[in-house]
C-alpha cells in the first residue's frame, strides 16, 4: 500500500502541475483578452463594421430621409455614373495636383533641417518656430489666411501692389488661383512635421562618413549629393507616403476656406463626398467614393511595402 | 578658423531669425489684428503695434458676445480632456495585451487593429453617421467621445514602448506570484510614463484640433466644440475681422500653452514614431 501510494503520488503530482499549467493558460488568455477588448470592441464596432457597411452601401441607392426600405440595390450603377460625374473627375484631379505639395515641402523642410541642425545657434527655438503651423487649429489657420488672402484689402495684395504689380491674383476668390492657394497654406502647415522628422533622420548619420569626405577635400553640395541624400531616402520615402496619403483627407482647410469652390476648382475626394453624402444626401453615391479613396488609399500602401525594399538605399 | 565658423554660424542664424519671423508672420499678424479697431485692420503700411487698441472690446464680444466662446471652451475641455484620459487607457491596456500577454490570435487580432489605421476616416464616416442616429450617441458628447477613444496609432506607439520591457522583469515578477494585472500596474506603466506623457499630450491637441467629427456628429448650437464655434463665429461676424482674429487667438491659445509646456515630449514623439494625426 505504501509502495502503491510513493508510486503514486508523483504521478498525481505531475498530473496535478499539468492540471494548473493548462489552468494558467487559460488564465493567461482570458487575461490577454481581457487587456485587449476594449480595443478589440471599439475598433470593430466603430470601424470594420463601417467598413463592410461602405462596400455594401455602395451598390446602393438611397438616401437619408428615406426609410430603410427604400433601399434600392443598383449593382456597379454607382461607379459607372462616378466615372462620368464631371465634378468627381474635376476632383480626382484636384487631388493628383495637389500631390505636388508632398515633393515641395519636403525639398524645403530638408533645407531648414540641414541648415538649423549643425549652422545655427538656438537650434531648439527654430524648431519651435517652425513647428507652430501644425499644432495650431486649422480652422482658426484657414480664417487668419483668408482674410490675408483678402483680393482688394488683404496685407498679401497690399504688400504686392505697393511692389508695383498692378493686378496681383485674387487668390482663393479666383478658380486659377484657388487651389495654389490651399496648396501654398498645406505647404505651410506641414513643413513642422517634415522638419522634425527630417532632424531625426538627420541625427542617425554616422559622422564620420562626412569627417572623411572632409579628408577627401568634398565640398558641401558633394557630401549633400553623395552622403545625405541617399542616407536620408528612408526618411524621404516615409515622409513621400504618409504626405501623399494625407493629401487624401485634406478636408478642413477646404471646408472652412473654399467649401470646394470657385467653379469646383478646389473640390477633391473627401470634400466631394461629404459634399454628395452630407449636404446632398445621397449615401449609395457617395459611399461609391469611400470605396474609391479607400481604394486609392490601399493602394499607396501597398506600393509602400513593396516600395520600401526596392528603393530604399540603405 | 575657429573664430570663422563662429562668424558663418551667427551669420545663419540672422539669416534663420529673418526666415523664422517671415515664417510666423500669418501669427503675428492675427494676434496684432486682434487688439485693432475695425477701421484700422487693413490700413497698409500694416500697424504692427495697433495706434488705438480696441482688444478689450474684441475679447469680450468673442467670450461673452452672441458665440459666447466661454461655453464652447467648456465643452470642448470636457471633449479633449476626457477623450485623452480615456483613449490612454485603452491604448495602454491594448498595447500590453498585445506585447506581453501570450494569448491565441494575439499576433493576428493586432495586425487587424493596425490594417484598419490606413482607412481614410472619411470613407467611414457615412455608416457610422447612420449608426450613431439609430444608438442614439448622435448630437451628443459621449458619441463624440468614443468616436475618438479607440486610437489603433497609440496603441501602436505604447506597444513598441512596452516591447522595450526585458521580459525577465515579467518573469521574475509572475515568479514572486504577481499577476499581469499587478505587472501591468505597478511595473510596466511606471516604465512607459514619458512615453504616455508623449501621446496624452499628441491626443489631447489632436482632439482640441479636430473639425471634422464635431462637425458632423454635433448638431445642437449649445454642444459645439471651439473649432465649430469658430467657424459660426466667423459666419456672422462676416466683415469683423477683428473680432474674428480674437476668436482664431483664442482658439490657438491652450494649443500653443500646451504646445510650450510639453514642446520635448511632443518633438520626440513626432520624431521617433513619425506620428500623423
Same mark, same amino acid.
Given at each position: 500500500? @505504501?509502495?502503491?501510494t510513493e508510486l503514486t503520488t508523483p504521478v498525481k503530482v505531475v498530473k496535478d502541475a499539468g492540471k494548473n499549467k493548462i489552468i494558467k493558460e487559460k488564465n493567461e488568455n482570458l487575461v490577454g483578452l481581457f487587456f485587449v477588448s476594449p480595443m478589440l470592441i471599439g475598433v470593430s464596432i466603430l470601424v470594420l463594421l463601417p467598413i463592410f457597411a461602405t462596400f455594401a452601401l455602395s451598390f446602393a441607392d438611397w438616401s437619408f430621409i428615406t426609410p430603410l426600405s427604400q433601399l434600392k440595390w443598383v449593382g456597379f450603377d454607382n461607379f459607372t455614373r462616378l466615372f462620368e460625374d464631371a465634378v468627381f473627375l474635376k476632383s480626382l484631379r484636384n487631388n493628383?495636383?495637389?500631390?505636388?505639395?508632398?515633393?515641395?515641402?519636403?525639398?524645403?523642410?530638408?533645407?531648414?533641417?540641414?541648415?538649423?541642425?549643425?549652422?545655427?545657434?538656438?537650434?531648439?527655438?527654430?524648431?519651435? *518656430?517652425?513647428?507652430?503651423?501644425?499644432?495650431?487649429?486649422?480652422?482658426?489657420?484657414?480664417?487668419?489666411?483668408?482674410?490675408?488672402?483678402?483680393?482688394?484689402?488683404?496685407?498679401?495684395?497690399?504688400?504686392?501692389?505697393?511692389?508695383?504689380?498692378?493686378?496681383?491674383?485674387?487668390?482663393? *476668390?479666383?478658380?486659377?488661383?484657388?487651389?495654389?492657394?490651399?496648396?501654398?497654406?498645406?505647404?505651410?502647415?506641414?513643413?513642422?512635421?517634415?522638419?522634425?522628422? #527630417?532632424?531625426?533622420?538627420?541625427?542617425? +548619420?554616422?559622422? =564620420?562618413?562626412?569627417?572623411?569626405?572632409?579628408? =577627401?577635400?568634398?565640398?558641401?553640395?558633394?557630401?549633400?549629393?553623395?552622403?545625405?541624400?541617399?542616407?536620408?531616402?528612408?526618411?524621404?520615402?516615409?515622409?513621400?507616403?504618409?504626405?501623399? +496619403?494625407? &493629401?487624401?483627407?485634406?478636408?478642413?482647410?477646404?471646408?472652412?476656406?473654399?467649401?470646394?469652390?470657385?467653379?469646383?476648382?478646389?473640390?477633391?475626394?473627401?470634400? %466631394?463626398?461629404?459634399?454628395? *453624402?452630407?449636404?446632398?444626401?445621397?449615401?449609395?453615391?457617395?459611399?461609391?467614393?469611400?470605396?474609391?479613396?479607400?481604394?486609392?488609399?490601399?493602394?499607396?500602401?501597398?506600393?509602400?511595402?513593396?516600395?520600401?525594399?526596392?528603393?530604399? %538605399?540603405? | 578658423?575657429?573664430? @570663422?565658423?563662429?562668424?558663418?554660424?551667427?551669420? /545663419?542664424?540672422?539669416?534663420?531669425?529673418?526666415?523664422?519671423?517671415?515664417?510666423?508672420?500669418?501669427?503675428?499678424?492675427?494676434?496684432?489684428?486682434?487688439?485693432?479697431?475695425?477701421? =484700422?485692420?487693413?490700413?497698409?503700411?500694416?500697424?504692427?503695434?495697433?495706434?488705438?487698441?480696441?482688444?478689450?472690446? %474684441? #475679447?469680450?464680444?468673442?467670450?461673452?458676445?452672441?458665440?459666447?466662446?466661454?461655453?464652447?471652451?467648456?465643452?470642448? +475641455?470636457?471633449?479633449?480632456? /476626457?477623450?485623452?484620459?480615456?483613449?490612454?487607457?485603452?491604448?495602454?491596456?491594448?498595447?500590453?495585451?498585445? @506585447? $506581453?500577454? $501570450?494569448?491565441?490570435?494575439?499576433?493576428?487580432?493586432?495586425?487587424?487593429?493596425?490594417?484598419? #489605421?490606413?482607412?481614410?476616416?472619411?470613407?467611414?464616416?457615412?455608416?457610422?453617421?447612420?449608426?450613431?442616429?439609430?444608438?442614439?450617441?448622435?448630437?451628443?458628447?459621449?458619441?463624440?467621445?468614443?468616436?475618438?477613444?479607440?486610437?489603433?496609432?497609440? &496603441?501602436?506607439?505604447?506597444?513598441?514602448?512596452?516591447?522595450?520591457?526585458? %521580459?525577465?522583469?515579467?518573469?521574475? *515578477?509572475?515568479?514572486?506570484?504577481?499577476?499581469?494585472?499587478?505587472?501591468?500596474?505597478?511595473?510596466?506603466?511606471?516604465?512607459?510614463?514619458?512615453?504616455?506623457?508623449? #501621446?496624452?499630450?499628441?491626443?489631447? +491637441?489632436?482632439?482640441?484640433?479636430?473639425?471634422?467629427?464635431?462637425?458632423?456628429?454635433?448638431?445642437?448650437?449649445?454642444?459645439?466644440?471651439?473649432?465649430?464655434?469658430?467657424?459660426?463665429?466667423?459666419?456672422?461676424?462676416?466683415?469683423?475681422?477683428?473680432?474674428?482674429?480674437?476668436?482664431?487667438?483664442?482658439?490657438?491659445?491652450?494649443?500653443?500653452?500646451?504646445?510650450?509646456?510639453?514642446?520635448?515630449?511632443?518633438?520626440?514623439?513626432?520624431?521617433?514614431?513619425?506620428?500623423?494625426?
Amino acid at each position: 500500500m @505504501s509502495v502503491k501510494t510513493e508510486l503514486t503520488t508523483p504521478v498525481k503530482v505531475v498530473k496535478d502541475a499539468g492540471k494548473n499549467k493548462i489552468i494558467k493558460e487559460k488564465n493567461e488568455n482570458l487575461v490577454g483578452l481581457f487587456f485587449v477588448s476594449p480595443m478589440l470592441i471599439g475598433v470593430s464596432i466603430l470601424v470594420l463594421l463601417p467598413i463592410f457597411a461602405t462596400f455594401a452601401l455602395s451598390f446602393a441607392d438611397w438616401s437619408f430621409i428615406t426609410p430603410l426600405s427604400q433601399l434600392k440595390w443598383v449593382g456597379f450603377d454607382n461607379f459607372t455614373r462616378l466615372f462620368e460625374d464631371a465634378v468627381f473627375l474635376k476632383s480626382l484631379r484636384n487631388n493628383a495636383i495637389f500631390v505636388l505639395t508632398v515633393p515641395i515641402c519636403m525639398a524645403i523642410s530638408l533645407l531648414i533641417a540641414i541648415t538649423i541642425d549643425k549652422n545655427v545657434y538656438m537650434k531648439g527655438f527654430f524648431k519651435v *518656430a517652425f513647428f507652430m503651423p501644425y499644432i495650431s487649429s486649422v480652422v482658426a489657420i484657414a480664417v487668419v489666411w483668408q482674410v490675408l488672402f483678402h483680393p482688394s484689402a488683404g496685407p498679401i495684395n497690399q504688400v504686392l501692389m505697393s511692389l508695383g504689380i498692378k493686378n496681383p491674383p485674387l487668390w482663393i *476668390a479666383d478658380p486659377n488661383f484657388a487651389l495654389i492657394s490651399i496648396m501654398i497654406i498645406q505647404i505651410w502647415i506641414s513643413i513642422g512635421f517634415n522638419m522634425i522628422i #527630417y532632424l531625426a533622420g538627420l541625427q542617425s +548619420i554616422p559622422r =564620420d562618413l562626412y569627417e572623411a569626405a572632409d579628408i =577627401d577635400g568634398a565640398n558641401a553640395w558633394v557630401k549633400f549629393r553623395n552622403i545625405t541624400l541617399p542616407l536620408i531616402s528612408p526618411t524621404s520615402f516615409f515622409l513621400f507616403i504618409t504626405g501623399i +496619403i494625407s &493629401t487624401f483627407k485634406v478636408f478642413d482647410l477646404i471646408a472652412v476656406l473654399t467649401k470646394g469652390g470657385p467653379m469646383n476648382s478646389t473640390s477633391m475626394i473627401v470634400w %466631394n463626398l461629404y459634399d454628395t *453624402a452630407f449636404v446632398n444626401l445621397k449615401i449609395g453615391y457617395a459611399s461609391a467614393m469611400a470605396v474609391v479613396l479607400f481604394i486609392v488609399v490601399f493602394g499607396i500602401t501597398v506600393f509602400q511595402w513593396i516600395g520600401q525594399k526596392k528603393w530604399v %538605399n540603405y | 578658423m575657429a573664430n @570663422s565658423i563662429l562668424i558663418k554660424k551667427s551669420i /545663419i542664424t540672422v539669416v534663420m531669425l529673418v526666415c523664422s519671423v517671415l515664417f510666423l508672420l500669418p501669427f503675428v499678424w492675427m494676434l496684432s489684428t486682434s487688439f485693432k479697431i475695425e477701421a =484700422d485692420v487693413f490700413k497698409f503700411p500694416i500697424q504692427w503695434i495697433p495706434e488705438r487698441s480696441n482688444g478689450f472690446n %474684441n #475679447y469680450k464680444e468673442v467670450w461673452f458676445g452672441d458665440y459666447p466662446f466661454y461655453v464652447y471652451y467648456w465643452n470642448t +475641455i470636457k471633449v479633449t480632456v /476626457i477623450t485623452t484620459c480615456v483613449s490612454v487607457v485603452v491604448s495602454a491596456l491594448a498595447a500590453y495585451g498585445f @506585447s $506581453k500577454v $501570450k494569448f491565441p490570435f494575439g499576433k493576428f487580432l493586432f495586425m487587424i487593429v493596425l490594417a484598419t #489605421y490606413m482607412v481614410p476616416p472619411q470613407a467611414i464616416l457615412v455608416p457610422q453617421f447612420i449608426l450613431f442616429r439609430k444608438i442614439g450617441l448622435f448630437d451628443s458628447h459621449f458619441g463624440l467621445i468614443l468616436l475618438g477613444s479607440f486610437s489603433v496609432l497609440g &496603441t501602436f506607439m505604447l506597444r513598441q514602448f512596452f516591447m522595450s520591457i526585458h %521580459n525577465d522583469y515579467i518573469e521574475a *515578477a509572475k515568479i514572486d506570484g504577481a499577476g499581469h494585472w499587478r505587472i501591468f500596474w505597478s511595473i510596466a506603466l511606471p516604465i512607459v510614463k514619458p512615453a504616455i506623457a508623449t #501621446y496624452g499630450i499628441l491626443r489631447f +491637441i489632436w482632439t482640441w484640433n479636430d473639425y471634422q467629427n464635431p462637425l458632423i456628429f454635433l448638431r445642437t448650437d449649445s454642444l459645439l466644440t471651439i473649432q465649430i464655434a469658430m467657424q459660426k463665429f466667423t459666419t456672422i461676424n462676416g466683415e469683423f475681422y477683428s473680432l474674428i482674429m480674437a476668436a482664431a487667438v483664442s482658439a490657438i491659445l491652450p494649443l500653443v500653452i500646451v504646445f510650450i509646456i510639453g514642446q520635448k515630449q511632443v518633438i520626440e514623439g513626432i520624431a521617433l514614431g513619425g506620428v500623423k494625426g
